[in-house]
C-alpha cells in the first residue's frame, strides 16, 4: 500500500493546484483517511500513511507539513498545524540492538495551532485550544488552553480568547 500511495502521491497529490484541497481529501479518503468536512491539505505536506490520519472537519495540515504517522495521528476540529511542521509517530528502542521502530500516536485536539517549524515528537497529546509556538519541540503533552514554546517546550501562559464566539476568557480562565 505504501508503494502505491507513493505513485498516487507524485503523480495526482502533489502536483494538484493549491485550492484543490476537496480532490486531495479525496485521494486521502481512497487510501483510508478519515477526513471531515472542509479539511485542508497543502500538496507540498507529506503523509506517510493516509490511513493512520484522522482530520476533524476544518482542520489542516499546511505547506511543507511532515506527517509521519506510523501509528494514528488525529487532528480535531479546527485544529491547524503549520509550515514545516514536523509530526513524528514513531520512534526507536535504542535499549535493544536492532533498536525496533516503536509506533506511538498523536493527537492535536480541536481549535489547537501547532505554529510554523515546530516538532510534536510520538505519543503526545496537544490538548484542546492549545498553542505550540513556532520552531518549539514538543516531547510532553500540552495542556489544552496553554501556550507552549521553546526546546523543550514548556508552558508559557494559558490562551484566553477575548470576545469569541467560544466563551469569551471564561475558556482559559478554567485551566489550572
Known amino acids: 500500500m505504501r508503494a502505491i500511495w507513493g505513485v498516487v502521491y507524485f503523480l495526482m497529490f502533489r502536483p494538484s493546484p493549491k485550492v484543490m484541497h476537496g480532490w486531495r ?3 486521502l479518503r481512497i487510501f483510508g483517511a478519515r477526513v ?6 497543502y500538496p507540498s505536506c507529506k ?6 490520519l484522522v482530520m476533524g472537519d476544518h482542520a489542516c495540515l499546511g505547506p511543507h507539513v511532515d506527517c509521519y504517522n506510523v501509528a494514528r495521528i488525529e487532528l480535531g476540529e479546527h485544529a491547524t498545524v503549520s509550515q514545516y511542521s514536523y509530526l513524528c509517530g514513531a520512534t526507536h528502542d535504542y535499549t535493544k540492538l536492532m533498536m525496533p521502530l516503536v509506533p ?4 492535536i485536539g480541536a481549535r489547537a495551532w501547532v505554529a510554523a517549524d515546530a516538532f510534536v515528537g510520538p505519543g503526545i497529546t496537544v490538548g484542546e485550544g492549545a498553542v505550540v509556538g513556532a520552531r518549539a519541540c514538543v516531547v510532553r503533552d500540552v495542556p489544552a488552553w496553554t501556550v507552549v514554546a521553546g526546546n523543550p517546550a514548556r508552558v508559557i ?5 477575548e470576545g469569541s464566539a467560544y466563551g469569551g476568557s471564561q475558556v482559559g480562565a478554567s485551566v489550572a
Request: proline share 8%; hydrophobic share 45%; aromatic share 12%.
Open 47 to 52: 503523509i506517510w500513511a493516509p490511513w493512520n
Open 104 to 107: 506511538k500516536p498523536i493527537r
Open 36 to 41: 471531515g468536512r472542509s479539511a485542508h491539505f
Open 157 to 161: 501562559k494559558r490562551r484566553i480568547l
Open 25 to 27: 481529501s479525496l485521494l
